[in-house]
């Protein structure tokens, strides 16, 4: 008699058992793509705001306005309102940093600015303006937005 050299139907149901625990505990790490993709985009917010405070606290030390209240230095065609040589407001943030206002939904909170997904408040990006010639403004992403934008 010749002997058959395939699997047993109990290999066949043993390795499919094991195949299905492995994609039960793997599935949750891969389904939540979506607010990895989303916590990536908010720090790199965060970095594009803190870059772009940067840079206008540098135009305005080359224009000597980098310690003073409620002023206004000139990029391009626009003018920028500023504090301490620091974006002072929403529109101030919009002018310096590109798409903003297009790409993120915002909100006050205090003297922060908020800014997030819509309908996503797990995590934002905070950004508080400088109160002050030696306290600069503050970018930060934090857990637990408490708003829904």
């Known amino acids: 008699m010749k ?10 149901v043993v390795v499919i058992v094991i195949l299905g625990i492995l994609a039960v505990t793997a599935a949750p790490r891969f389904l939540n793509l979506q607010d990895d993709a989303r916590n990536s ?8 705001i ?8 540098g135009k305005a030390a080359i224009d000597g306005v980098e310690s003073l209240e409620n002023q206004t ?5 626009e003018t920028i309102n500023i504090d301490f040589g620091y974006p002072a407001d929403l529109a101030a943030l919009e002018a310096v940093v590109d798409g ?12 922060a600015i908020l800014f ?4 996503y408040n797990q995590r934002c990006v905070s950004y ?7 306290v600069p403004a503050v970018t930060e992403v ?8």
């Open 73 to 77: 230095i000139s990029a391009g065609n």
């Open 3 to 12: 002997r058959q050299g395939g699997f047993t139907l109990i290999e066949l």
């Open 50 to 57: 803190a870059g772009a405070s940067g840079i206008t606290y």
């Open 128 to 134: 508080t303006p400088a109160t002050g010639a030696n």
């Open 100 to 111: 903003l206002e297009a790409d993120w939904s915002n909100a006050a909170s205090g003297a």
């Open 142 to 149: 934090i857990e637990g937005c408490g708003t829904n934008f």
């Open 116 to 119: 997030g997904y819509d309908g």
């Open 41 to 48: 985009a908010l720090d790199g917010l965060k970095g594009a």
